[in-house]
Each structure stands twice: as C-alpha cells, then as structure tokens.
C-alpha cells in the first residue's frame, strides 16, 4: 500500500541552524511528492514538490530531493528563520493512488531567536 | 481570486446534535476532500468527491456523510456528534488530473 514516515517532533532549532526533516515512502507506480507547511491557525499550503526520480523541488530556501533509490523526499534548509517555525507534512500522490493523498503525521518546527 | 472557504471557523457542540460544516471553493475543482487533524495522527481522510454526485469513504467515514450536488461545494455531517469527533477539520480541493491540493482554513469542532 500507499504510505508516508517522517521523522517525530517536536523540532527545536536556534535562528540560522541547519534543518533537516526526514520523510521516507512507500508507494505502488510512481507517484509525485510533497512538502506541506501548516503555519499556526492555518490551513496547509503547499511548499514544493517534485514529480519524478532524480527531481529537485524548491521554495522559500528550502529544498527536497526525490530519491528513488532510498524512497526517501527529506526536506532541508541551510539556515532557518523564526518565520518558518510552523508543522511540516510530508506527502505523496498520483502513481497508482489516483487522485489521493497519502500524509505523514506531520513534524512541528519551532525556531528560537 | 478563487479560494475555499469553511464554514464555520469554530463550533462548540453538544453530543448527540447533527452539526454540518460547510465547504464552498470557487476553484472549478471536481476533487473535493475532507480530512480532520487530531495530535499523533496527521491528516486522516474522513470522505471524497470526484465530481458532482460522486462521494466516496475515507479511511475514519463511520459517523460523517456528504453529499455533492453542485462543483462548488461538499459539506459534511456528522449525523449524531460524538466526543471522539472533536477535531480540527480541513476541506480541500484538486483539479481532476492535478496533483496539487488546495487546502481551507480548518473547522475547529469541539463535542461536548
């Protein structure tokens, strides 16, 4: 089946730390990934995302590799600000889930001035 | 601008009420979904709609219903509130073939 598994929260990083959230997946055909960001009292927008082996998606500083090899899609950003102290969603859809989406539970990320 | 709008923002409930939450987007999507956020478990999908008359279960359908008579909107029922079903709930919103979804601002529904 159809799965997502980032890393536990909480995430508790100083302004101009490094971030790394991990996300692995499994999946059936090939499905496109995502990053979703939740700031407080929000709905989920939408981050980046990529839609093939190999791609690179990026938005806002922050980065994610899709790498087929490792089904893995880890979200990475070289020095985080107060601003992206928010809950971030790993995700994934198309391939074989038609038109369904499949979270992780999410990873709270707060950043401390 | 388009957009999708819940309705209402915040509900305090007694158990045992019918209570609906409204979901209207002005996106032209015929994909419609409705997910409730709870601590520990992410987004979980309560129902789908894949266009005007289709609805489908999610993975947590027991006690929510919905119906899609229109593209614009798919409210959501909870036909007898229960303490369990206090959540946060998320309507959202695809365009058939996209892979890009368009979230609301969230339900906050508390049972007591």
């Known amino acids: 089946g159809n799965s997502v598994t980032q890393m536990e929260g909480p995430v508790t990083l100083s302004e101009e730390a490094f971030l790394t959230i991990n996300c692995t997946y499994t999946?059936?055909?090939?499905?496109?990934l995502f990053w979703y960001v939740q700031y407080p009292g929000e709905g989920l927008q939408l981050l980046l995302k990529?839609?093939?082996?190999?791609d690179k998606g990026s938005n806002k500083g922050f980065e994610a590799t899709y790498r087929k090899e490792t089904t893995s899609f880890h979200l990475e950003k070289g020095s985080v600000q107060v601003s992206d102290s928010a809950v971030y969603f790993c995700?994934?859809?198309?391939?074989?889930?038609?038109?369904?989406?499949?979270f992780g539970t999410g990873t709270s990320l707060t950043v401390i001035p | 601008d388009a957009e999708i709008t819940q309705s209402p923002r915040h509900k305090i409930t007694e158990t045992g009420r019918q209570v609906t939450l409204a979901c209207h987007q002005t996106?032209?999507?015929?994909?419609m979904f409705w997910y409730r956020q709870d601590l520990g478990h992410g987004l979980r999908l309560i129902h789908y709609?894949?266009?005007?008359?289709?609805?489908n279960k999610g993975e947590v359908s027991d006690g929510y219903s919905v119906s899609r008579s229109n593209t614009e909107d798919l409210p959501l029922t909870l036909e007898s509130a229960a303490s369990s079903q206090t959540s946060v709930y998320f309507c959202?919103?695809?365009?058939?073939?996209?892979?890009?979804?368009?979230f609301g601002a969230g339900s906050r529904l508390t049972v007591l």
């Open positions: 990529a839609t093939k082996a190999d």
């Open positions: 709609s894949y266009g005007v008359h289709d609805t």
């Open positions: 996106w032209n999507h015929n994909n």
């Open positions: 995700a994934l859809s198309g391939g074989n889930t038609g038109n369904q989406f499949y």
């Open positions: 959202a919103s695809s365009s058939a073939g996209a892979n890009v979804l368009t």
């Open positions: 999946a059936t055909g090939y499905p496109s």
